[in-house]
């Protein structure tokens, strides 16, 4: 129900910007957020946009979430893509509006897009 597109193969420095699509139900009233998961590592929180808009610290002034509810589509934005945000990228969605910085918060999940920033 959630489809993430828009990965691919960047050099450093460059943008990409990732879309997450939802189909068979509305999710205008979930949070929204995009998680990443590089090899080796656990999926970390990158940002949310629900009642508020939030960001990793690592991410932050770099990357941008909207959302677009008349296509039920949530995008994230990435500047200035450095080769430590190499990982496969996730969104999800969440019924609840608190402790939204945790993959075990969210009901429904996006299959991933990998975003690969080489040096």
């Known amino acids: 129900q959630l489809q993430a597109s828009g990965g691919g193969l960047v050099q450093a420095g460059d943008s990409l910007r990732l879309s997450c699509a939802a189909s068979?139900?509305?999710?205008?009233?979930?949070?929204m957020g995009w998680f990443r998961q590089a090899p080796g590592k656990e999926r970390e929180f990158v940002s949310i946009i629900s009642r508020g808009i939030y960001y990793a610290d690592s991410v932050k002034g770099r990357f941008t979430i909207s959302r677009d509810n008349a296509k039920n589509t949530v995008y994230l934005r990435m500047n200035s893509l450095k080769p430590e945000d190499t990982a496969v990228y996730y969104c999800?969605?969440?019924?609840?509006?608190?402790?939204?910085?945790?993959?075990?918060?969210?009901?429904?999940w996006g299959q991933g897009t990998q975003v690969t920033v080489s040096s």
């Open positions: 999800a969605a969440a019924s609840k509006q608190f402790a939204l910085a945790r993959a075990t918060t969210y009901d429904y």
């Open positions: 068979g139900r509305s999710f205008n009233n979930y949070a």
